[in-house]
């Protein structure tokens, strides 16, 4: 039986039976370009199988929306499902979203061309690039007690950029109660690199700053001369452009209310501001993440070894880009990064193994938790493992 969805004007033809799909085993061949895969082959179910799958995720989540890339060993494809908004998805998938968090795995690779070239290392404090002076924000941060004062600048001290990465600052997300950057004191909550997991933007933006000091450039500038020009991301940008009044999608909250805005930073911030798509994000996965371009072969390795241990999730991260070890499974490790801005949501995972990737972009509050997994129920049915973070 089939049945017919009407959705901003596009018609799909969705298959109410349900099919499995299985992971592609790695062979020892070398994999086509992608840009050369196919979309559709023959055995597995076709890009409008998915796409109509994933039409009635959105439908069902509430989720105006959905962005997705999906490639294999031997396919790739990508597409937009405008469920309900008043912001049309664009036909050729370039419709801009809000990157979130995502934000850090690009800029993480971004430090990694500065270690290959030696502007930075892993182990040397922060605050010795800056002239030995410790950043502002760390110093007299408890007011009325000194000695705790002190302490706090002490360990600021210790921040490496390696600590950074792999989220040991044992600073807040965010030190502010708004929950975005702020100028307020940075006050930690233990020593660095002892406390264990703790994400953390504040820690991601202060990099940014070493970086910038480094280099004499913007986060936006580094951007473009590492990775954007390079290869060709050419919708990409960590501060807002003049185009994306026409291109980038409007958010929705929980219950579907339509912002207002849609977050048009002008200064960017390697934490949270990547403003980017699907076509241009998949290059990155696959030039950056899957083939380590640009990037000596030991660093590639180091930049997505599992570190340091997330207890929450049972999960890692490398420097800069959760991993899933997945020892006791077939499917080998995932690379994985979430993201989530007010009424965006956002998400990417990679299966070296299998040559296999998703990337997702949403708009809207309802683009995480039932809606990844339900996605994920589609994409990897018979993948054990568990990577949303």
């Avoid at 494809?77 to 050729?92: G, L, R």
């Avoid at 002190?150 to 600590?163: C, F, G, S």
């Avoid at 970086?211 to 004499?216: Q, T, V, Y």
């Avoid at 048009?264 to 993440?289: H, M, P, Q």
């Amino acid at each position: 039986m089939k049945k017919i969805l009407l959705m901003a004007g596009i018609t799909l033809l969705l298959s109410c039976t349900e099919e499995t799909l299985v992971l592609p085993e790695p062979i020892p061949t070398e994999p086509p370009v992608a840009s050369e895969l196919p979309e559709n082959v023959p055995g597995q179910p076709t890009k409008d199988w998915y796409m109509g799958r994933t039409a009635e995720v959105g439908i069902t989540q509430n989720v105006p929306i959905i962005q997705l890339a999906y490639k294999t060993r031997d396919r790739k494809f990508m597409f937009e499902t405008a469920n309900f908004s008043f912001v049309t998805a664009s036909p050729d998938v370039t419709t801009m979203f809000q990157a979130a968090s995502v934000s850090k795995a690009l800029f993480s690779y971004i430090v990694m061309r500065y270690v290959d070239r030696g502007m930075i290392d892993l182990d040397k404090p922060l605050y010795e690039y800056t002239g030995g002076v410790v950043k502002e924000r760390f110093r007299n941060a408890i007011p009325g007690d000194p000695v705790a004062s002190a302490r706090n600048e002490e360990w600021a001290k210790l921040l490496t950029a390696r600590i950074v990465l792999t989220h040991g600052t044992a600073l807040r997300n965010w030190q502010s109660s708004t929950g975005w950057p702020s100028e307020e004191k940075l006050v930690f909550t233990g020593e660095p690199d002892q406390m264990g997991y703790t994400y953390s933007g504040e820690g991601i933006q202060y990099l940014q700053e070493v970086l910038e000091h480094i280099s004499g450039l913007s986060l936006n500038q580094m951007a473009e001369q590492e990775v954007f020009g390079p290869f060709g991301m050419e919708y990409s940008s960590y501060v807002w452009r003049s185009e994306y009044a026409t291109t980038h999608a409007f958010g929705y909250d929980a219950n579907n209310v339509l912002g207002t805005g849609r977050g048009e930073a002008w200064a960017g911030n390697a934490a949270y501001t990547l403003r980017t798509n699907v076509r241009d994000f998949s290059i990155f996965i696959e030039k950056c993440i899957m083939e380590g371009q640009g990037l000596e072969r030991k660093t590639h390795e180091a930049w997505l070894s599992p570190s340091r241990l997330n207890n929450n999730l049972g999960l890692y991260f490398g420097l800069g880009v959760r991993v899933n070890p997945n020892q006791a499974f077939d499917y080998g490790p995932t690379y994985a990064h979430g993201g989530s801005n007010p009424r965006f949501r956002c998400h990417f995972i990679v299966f070296p193994k299998a040559q296999t990737y998703l990337v997702y972009f949403s708009n809207s509050d309802n683009g995480a938790g039932t809606t990844l997994q339900r996605l994920y129920a589609i994409f990897f049915p018979q993948y054990p493992g568990v990577s949303y973070g």
